[in-house]
C-alpha cells in the first residue's frame, strides 16, 4: 500500500471510525506478564464514529467537545495524536471533533478505532510518510485492539492479537445488541473459570463453523443483560459474543431476513442493522479519494 500527500482540502473531510467484531475468539494460552494468548477473527461493520480534525496553529492536540466521563488527557484519540507527534518530533496542532455513534464500553472497539483513525489520518495530513507497520507498533501502545485498524482488513489474529493475517469472510447483513451494561474486560480475563488452554484451530477450522468465543460462559454467569439478548437473538440466527462484550450479534444470509430480525429486537433492544466488510470504511474512504493506492 503506498500513498502519497493529502491535499489541504482533506482537512474538511469526515474520517470514519469502523466497529469490528470478534467472529470467534479463543484462549490458547498466556503469558508471565498476564497478557493472554489468543485467537480471533476481526471483521469491520459499517457502523462508525466520525472524525473531523482541524489544523491548530498553537500545535496542541485537544477535543472539540469531551466524551462523558473521559478526561481530554485520557481520550485515546488524543493520546493517539500526541504519540505521533512525539514519535516523528512533529510540531503541528490539531482540534480533534468526534461523533460518537459506536456504543461505549459494547466491546465493538470504539475507541481503539478513533485512535487508529486519528493516527493514520493525521499521518497523511501531518506529511509523515510513516509505514503502515510503524503506525501498527505505535497502535500497540495504545491498546491490543488499535493494531486491527490500523491495518483496515478482516483479519485473523494470534498473539494478544496483534499478529495479523489478510483473511477474506462473507460480508453479512448482521443485527448488533448492545445489552445495558458495560462488562469489565479486566474482570473476565482475570477470573478463574475462564478456559485458558483452548486448542488452537486453523483459518480453516474457522471457515468450517467453529465459532466459540471462550469468554462466553463467563461472561453470561456475570452479566444477566447479555444472557436475555443472547437468548432473544438466537431465536433468528446464531447468537454470538463480540469479544468480552457486551454486544452481542447474528449474521443472516439476506438483507431482508436480518431487517426482519432487527425490526422484531428494537422494540426491546438497543439493536443496529449493519453489514459486514473486509475492507475498513476509513481505508475505502481513502482509496475513493485516491490518497492510497
Given at each position: 500500500m503506498t500513498s502519497k500527500q493529502i491535499d489541504?482540502?482533506?482537512w474538511a473531510e469526515r474520517w470514519?471510525?469502523?466497529?469490528?467484531?470478534?467472529?470467534?475468539?479463543?484462549?490458547?494460552?498466556?503469558?508471565?506478564?498476564?497478557?493472554?494468548?489468543?485467537?480471533?477473527?476481526?471483521?469491520?461493520?459499517?457502523?462508525?464514529?466520525?472524525?473531523?480534525?482541524?489544523?491548530?496553529?498553537?500545535?496542541?492536540?485537544?477535543?472539540?467537545?469531551?466524551?462523558?466521563?473521559?478526561?481530554?488527557?485520557?481520550?485515546?484519540?488524543?493520546?493517539?495524536?500526541n504519540l505521533?507527534?512525539?514519535?516523528?518530533?512533529?510540531?503541528?496542532?490539531?482540534?480533534?471533533?468526534?461523533?460518537?455513534?459506536?456504543?461505549?464500553g459494547g466491546g465493538l472497539g470504539g475507541g481503539s478505532s478513533d485512535a487508529a483513525t486519528t493516527l493514520v489520518v493525521l499521518n497523511q495530513l501531518w506529511g509523515l510518510r510513516l509505514p503502515i507497520d510503524q503506525l501498527m507498533s505505535l497502535g500497540l501502545k495504545l491498546g491490543a485492539d488499535v493494531p486491527v485498524f490500523v491495518y483496515g482488513h478482516a483479519a485473523w489474529g494470534e498473539g494478544v492479537g496483534e499478529r495479523l493475517e489478510k483473511i477474506r469472510v462473507p460480508e453479512k447483513w448482521t443485527v448488533v445488541i448492545k445489552p445495558d451494561c458495560h462488562v469489565n474486560t479486566r474482570e473476565i480475563f482475570s477470573s478463574e473459570d475462564l478456559t485458558r488452554n483452548s486448542k488452537s484451530i486453523t483459518i480453516g477450522d474457522f471457515i468450517a463453523g467453529q465459532h466459540q468465543n471462550d469468554c462466553l460462559d463467563v461472561?453470561?454467569?456475570?452479566?444477566?443483560?447479555?444472557?436475555?439478548?443472547?437468548?432473544d437473538l438466537s431465536g433468528f440466527s446464531e447468537a454470538r459474543l463480540t469479544g468480552t462484550g457486551a454486544c452481542v450479534f447474528a449474521e443472516f444470509d439476506s438483507e431482508q431476513a436480518a431487517s426482519g430480525a432487527f425490526r422484531a429486537l428494537e422494540k426491546k433492544w438497543q439493536a443496529y442493522l449493519v453489514k459486514g466488510v473486509n475492507e475498513s470504511p476509513l481505508y475505502s474512504k481513502l482509496r475513493a479519494g485516491n490518497y492510497i493506492s
Open positions: 489541504s482540502s482533506a470514519p471510525a469502523p466497529a469490528k467484531l470478534n467472529l470467534m475468539l479463543r484462549i490458547t494460552g498466556q503469558r508471565s506478564d498476564g497478557y493472554h494468548l489468543l485467537q480471533t477473527v476481526f471483521q469491520f461493520i459499517d457502523l462508525c464514529d466520525w472524525i473531523v480534525f482541524e489544523p491548530a496553529e498553537n500545535g496542541r492536540v485537544s477535543l472539540r467537545r469531551a466524551l462523558p466521563g473521559v478526561s481530554e488527557a485520557d481520550d485515546l484519540a488524543v493520546k493517539a495524536a505521533l507527534k512525539e514519535e516523528t518530533g512533529c510540531r503541528q496542532g490539531v482540534v480533534i471533533d468526534v461523533e460518537k455513534n459506536l456504543p461505549m461472561v453470561c454467569r456475570r452479566y444477566q443483560p447479555v444472557r436475555e439478548a443472547l437468548a
